[in-house]
């Protein structure tokens, strides 16, 4: 999964094809393939989470670090090349529509080395959490896909070659966007939103003081029965109009306030497009139970089996 969300999201927001074979799609990088890129992403990703935090080659963290640099120089040379190319089409990909800022308000948020990491962070975020979305969403729509088929057979008819789904269908799509976020509150990929207090505050009745980083964590606050009927029951009804669960600050999948996740909106398209072309072409179940992973992302075994069949 982690491998097709790469290949779908590099040139969605970085506007860098993927085809090893085209002369340009690696034309004036530092990198000359896709299997390069995907394994300095690996390492990052690794050592990000390294525990041992030395700098050396010799641990996780310090090759972490070094991929990190080279994604950096990457990036650059991305940003680079695409000046060149010419006038910029702010709606071409992430990146442009960067870019586009910047060049409209050059003292404005977007300098070169916020849109440089962005670009960094939001590869980061957008394959391996919207993978592991996707991959717990397979595993729910395994258990419970009844409903889901039906509102897809709404929206869609019986048309069976759809290549596109138009932005009028997936908002027509309201029972697989509950069924997503149902998915983002019982097996939220990201376990935490962190925020350093600016100043000392007292919350019922206890003092946080200046300077302490205070964690909200997903798992415990999606699971909450003050907020969230029966929580331990996979039950996307709570997320439709009558019952209005899932409030800001209570559905914090996607952390909250004015650093929530800047791409939430682009995981769930992505996941309503992918889910939607999935219920089209297979069918499955699950033959057993699944295991998690759970950390740095809470995201299911690759070992979990299920029973897939083409539709005819
Ligand atoms: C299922 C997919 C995703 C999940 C579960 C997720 C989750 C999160 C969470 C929990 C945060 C921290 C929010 C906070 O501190 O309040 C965050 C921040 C962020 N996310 Fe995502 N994310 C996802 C996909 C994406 C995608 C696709 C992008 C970009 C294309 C993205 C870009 C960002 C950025 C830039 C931030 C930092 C925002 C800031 O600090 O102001 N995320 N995300």
């Not at 041992?52 to 080659?57: A, C, E, I, N, T």
């Not at 670009?119 to 409903?147: D, F, K, M, N, T």
């Not at 019982?186 to 205070?214: C, I, Q």
């Not at 398209?269 to 057993?288: E, I, M, Q, Y």
Request: proline share 4%; hydrophobic share 40%.
């Amino acid at each position: 999964m982690e491998k097709i969300c790469f290949d779908v999201l590099v040139p969605l927001l970085l506007g860098v094809s993927l085809n090893d074979s085209e002369r340009t799609s690696f034309e004036g990088l530092p990198l000359s393939s896709k299997a390069e890129l995907k394994a300095l992403y690996k390492t990052y990703f690794d050592g990000f989470y390294g525990l041992l935090k030395w700098k050396s080659r010799f641990t996780a963290y310090g090759r972490g670090l070094k991929a990190r640099a080279a994604l950096i120089d990457l990036m650059r040379a991305v940003i680079r090349r695409r000046r060149q190319e010419g006038p910029i089409n702010p709606t071409a990909d992430f990146l442009s529509m960067m870019l586009a800022g910047q060049q409209e308000n050059p003292d404005g948020v977007f300098s070169d080395d916020l849109i440089e990491n962005q670009c960094l962070l939001q590869l980061w975020a957008s394959h391996y959490e919207i993978s592991a979305l996707i991959c717990s969403l397979i595993y729910q729509l395994g258990r419970h896909p009844q409903v889901v088929r039906e509102e897809q057979a709404d929206v869609m008819g019986i048309q069976s070659n759809v290549n596109r789904f138009e932005p009028d269908h997936l908002k027509q799509m309201l029972f697989l966007e509950a069924t997503i976020k149902e998915t983002l509150r019982t097996l939220p990929p990201s376990s935490t939103a962190n925020r350093r207090l600016t100043k000392s505050v007292v919350l019922d009745g206890v003092l946080y003081e200046k300077g302490w980083v205070l964690i909200a964590e997903p798992r415990i606050a999606n699971m909450m029965a003050d907020h969230f009927h029966k929580p331990e029951l996979f039950d996307p009804d709570r997320f439709g109009p009558e019952r209005g669960e899932g409030k800001m600050y209570q559905f914090i999948a996607f952390g909250g306030g004015v650093h929530a996740c800047l791409g939430a909106q682009m995981a769930m398209v992505v996941t309503k497009v992918f889910a939607s072309h999935l219920l089209r072409l297979f069918d499955w179940k699950l033959t057993g139970s699944a295991q998690f992973v759970q950390f740095p992302l809470r995201k299911i075994k690759d070992d979990y089996q299920i029973d897939i069949a083409r539709r005819v």
